[in-house]
């Protein structure tokens, strides 16, 4: 059989993308079944990137040189020439399609270069500096996808994966401890009586660590609250997955309260069920709100929000890209199968 019948399509890659994603971050999975198609394919698509980015980052022998390739696999999507790599090439049509600005790609990197090196964060604006890059990008990421560029609009965004992140921060306390790192603030922890040191060489739950804790995911429920201002003034058919997104995570740090903010012994895992629950009531449509949406960005988050505006590059025409990029991806299947269907011809 020719080697041309296992040449990829842009559905193979897509394909191989949401397995990524239904492998990797169980909430955003469940949340984009409620996105628009087209959407959910580009957020998939973008998830599977800065998913590879990260592993290729955190269990790669030599992080700097991981940085460096990804780097230069990130020159050659924006050049239009992708490395033969499934997620470069969904990346670069999404990069092209949206109109992504390069240095929303360059903060995560950024983020991931700050885990690599080990980095300490001394206070809660140094957790807020380490959120904008690993998941305040996302959040803005996120809203370009929706053809967004109001900088209210994604000061909101940036507050929601912000807050999405420091509720990681507190699901994980023990888990980050196990590995070697701590990303609650180092000064409320010693306030609160807790050694730094021997929470890494031992890691144990005690009452100072529950407080940092508890502290941590009230800032994330304020951020929340925040970002509900934006998400009603998203296009209604991109609310019910973002208001599912937030809703699921933020469960997950209402779990964390249940179990006495002790997430050094237990891991907070939200049923299925429950999910399923927050999914439905995420679908009802609520009236735009416009209060709240003058707040000024997180501080730490601005960067972002400037990225995007600096561009000068209004909304992509989303309605016929995606037309032309599906029917090129039928084309592209038809000719593979064509070419499987004429090998086996040949074959009998």
């Known amino acids: 059989m020719s080697v041309n019948a296992f040449l990829p399509t842009p559905s193979t890659d897509m394909g191989l993308c949401k397995q990524q994603l239904s492998n990797g971050s169980r909430s955003f999975y469940f949340a984009s079944h409620l ?3 087209v959407m959910q394919h580009a957020a998939c698509g973008l998830y599977a990137f800065c998913r590879e980015a990260d592993d290729l980052v955190d269990e790669g022998d030599d992080p700097k040189a991981a940085l460096a390739l990804l780097h230069e696999r990130l020159d050659k999507i924006y050049q239009g020439k992708p490395e033969y790599r499934h997620t470069d090439r969904v990346l670069t049509q999404i990069v092209h399609t949206y109109h992504m600005p390069r240095g929303l ?14 980095k300490i964060y001394h206070s809660i604006d140094d957790v807020y500096d380490y959120s ?4 305040g990008a996302v959040g803005v990421m996120m809203s370009v996808l929706m053809g967004v560029r ?6 909101r965004a940036a507050d929601l994966g912000t807050a999405m992140q420091l509720t990681n921060i507190a699901r994980d ?5 196990r590995l070697g790192r701590i990303y609650l603030p180092l000064d409320e922890l010693t306030a609160e009586g807790v050694n730094p040191e021997e929470l890494l060489t031992v890691p144990q739950f005690s009452e100072g660590v529950g407080v ?9 429920q304020w951020l929340y609250h925040r970002a509900d201002n934006g998400i009603a003034q998203l296009p209604r058919k991109y609310q019910p997955g973002i208001r599912a997104a937030r809703k699921l995570y933020a469960a997950i740090g209402e779990k964390v309260g249940e179990i006495g903010y002790n997430s050094v012994d237990e891991r907070a895992i939200v049923a299925t069920s429950k999910k399923f629950s927050l999914l439905s009531t995420a679908i009802a449509f ?9 707040t000024p960005a997180l501080p730490h988050n601005q960067f972002l929000i400037d990225s995007v505006v600096e561009t000068g590059v209004g909304a992509p025409h989303v309605k016929s890209d995606p037309f032309k990029v599906r029917t090129l991806w039928m084309l592209d299947l038809f000719e593979t199968l064509r070419e499987r269907d004429r090998n086996a011809r040949i074959a009998r």
């Open 35 to 37: 996105l628009p198609s």
């Open 150 to 155: 109001d900088p209210k609009t994604l000061a």
């Open 105 to 118: 790609l360059n903060a995560l990197l950024e983020g991931f270069a700050w885990d690599a090196e080990g």
């Open 212 to 220: 940092v804790t508890k502290r941590l995911l009230e800032r994330a």
């Open 173 to 177: 306390v023990g888990e980050d401890a």
């Open 286 to 294: 609520k009236q735009p709100r416009s209060e709240g949406m003058d």
């Open 132 to 135: 904008a890059r690993v998941a």
